[in-house]
């Protein structure tokens, strides 16, 4: 056979191998979404890989890292503020341990079901292998809806759900960390329960632990900063920076906020933010001590941004984001948030660089359209692996018993988030797709866990 006979029968191996294994997927998940998406985006960026390597092909590392290792689904039962027995369901996805202990967050919001708790453990695969760190992949979550819920309340479901999340996690087995609806608050009491039953205080069981005990600092900093980092990385690729851009970023929470707070730092102009109510846009810039102080101390909705800033415009609709004109648009909320009708808006308005901050945030057909557009774009492995990045930082620094600075941690995330920048840029162009890092965020992080997969045999 010629060369090119050989590279053509290796081209459609690999497509045939990809074909059948996402069919398999789909048959053996057959209603679950959020699922077959993650798969599908990444199935798309290894063809090139599998034509290049069929040892992967050999080793069934597409049917294996498809399938979770252990899922646990379980029955949280508590008693509200009334004395009413309420039951919501938990879920553990323990995906893949073939470089760590299982590593990932845990996602209140009632929308939780074993759909987003999969999408969000196998996204975590290749993010976790891309952080250079020894970490394997999880989630977890529950359909408890924290919105409304007095203090007390949000005690007793945790100790509640922790109470049998416990019998399965573990400082070297499975480590959880927040998510949408669990910051410091939920994991303090979670930490207290799982040392209450342990009988011990094993620090490195749980991370987003408060720095005052037992917390890493700059942790609650660190996916907001990390997202705004590889985009400067990005950005400076192509001669540019973010200072002097106009940004909006979608949601006010943990991500959001600390995505503002970097962009603002480094000289952009933040002019709209927003929560699942609606959304804001301050043509002067977001004040974010308002957006903090309503978010992070008085638990209040973005609305109420309006009473000290009159100034600024509601909008009550907070998918409505995308149509307010910007250079970088940051997704930073939840999953398919920017779908094809949005991409094509950010793209009529100029948009220049899209980062994103939350996990799956661009439809597949989005992301499609910014490429075709040329708009740089920042897929969620890559962009918001600093905060999986620290909480790794955090299980050093509780194995050790000391902690470090904030400025050694955020010295240490920005050249976690460099060192991810050159791993996309180069798996990008080492497969004939420069600049695209999605791709080559995919690649990269493939690469690291399927060699470890073939190392440890099949299993
Ligand atoms: P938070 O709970 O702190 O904030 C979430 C924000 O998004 C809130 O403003 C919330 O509004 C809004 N939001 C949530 N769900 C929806 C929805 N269905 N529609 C519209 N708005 C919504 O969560 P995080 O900031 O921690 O997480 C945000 C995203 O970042 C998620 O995709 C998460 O998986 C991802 N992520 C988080 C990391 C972390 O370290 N925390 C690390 C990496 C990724 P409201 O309050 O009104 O619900
Ligand atoms: O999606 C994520 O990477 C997170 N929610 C953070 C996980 C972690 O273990 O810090």
Known sequence: MTK???????????????????????????????????????????RPVFAKHPEYIAN????????????????????????????????????????????????????????????????????????????????????????????????RFTQSFMTELSKHIGP??????????????????????????????????????????????????????GTVYFVEEMLNEYGQSIEGKTVIVSGSGNVSTYAMEKAQQLGAKVIACSDSDGYIVDSEGINLATVKRLKEVENKRIADYMKDHPNA???????????????????????????????????????????????MPCTIEAINLFHENRVLFA???????????VSAMEMSQNSMRLSWTEAEVDERLKVVMHNIFESCKKAAE???????FAMGANIAGFLKVANAMVAHGIR
């Not at 059948?20 to 990444?42: C, G, H, M, S, W």
């Not at 369901?89 to 759909?115: A, E, T």
């Not at 632990?209 to 917390?215: F, M, S």
């Not at 907070?318 to 094809?340: F, G, K, M, R, Y």
Request: charged share 25%; hydrophobic share 35%; glycine share 12%.
């Open 313 to 359: 415009e509601y909008h009550p609709d907070c998918s409505d984001i995308w149509s307010v004109a910007c250079d970088i648009a940051l997704p930073c909320a939840t999953q398919n948030e920017i779908d094809e009708i949005s991409a094509h808006t950010l793209i009529g308005n100029g948009v220049i660089a899209i980062g994103e901050g939350a996990n």
């Open 60 to 155: 069934g590392i597409l049917e294996r890292i498809t399938e979770p290792e252990r899922i646990i689904s379980f029955r949280v039962a508590w008693e509200d503020d009334k004395g009413k027995v309420q039951v919501n369901r938990g879920f553990r996805v323990q995906f893949n341990s073939d470089l760590g202990p299982y590593k990932g967050g845990i996602r209140f919001h009632p929308s939780v079901n074993s759909s987003i708790m999969k999408f969000l453990a196998f996204e975590q695969i290749f993010k976790n292998a891309l952080t250079g760190q020894p970490i394997g992949a999880g989630k977890g979550g529950s359909d408890f809806d924290p919105k409304g819920k007095s203090d007390r309340e949000i005690m």
């Open 379 to 389: 897929p969620a492995k890559a962009a918001n692996a600093g905060g999986v990045a």
């Open 4 to 46: 090119l006979e050989v590279l053509t029968e290796n081209r459609n191996r690999a497509n045939d191998y990809v074909h059948e294994v996402y069919e398999l997927v789909k048959k053996r998940n057959p209603d679950e979404k959020e699922f077959l998406q993650a798969t599908r985006e990444i199935f798309d960026s290894l």
């Open 172 to 225: 070297d087995i499975d480590v959880p960390a927040g998510d949408i609806g669990v910051g410091k608050r939920e994991i303090g009491y979670m930490f207290g329960q799982y040392n209450r039953l342990k009988g011990g205080y094993e620090a490195g069981v749980l991370t987003g632990k408060d720095p005052n005990h037992g917390g890493s600092l700059g942790r609650k900093e660190a996916t907001g900063y």
């Open 430 to 436: 080492n497969y004939g797709h420069p600049g695209n």
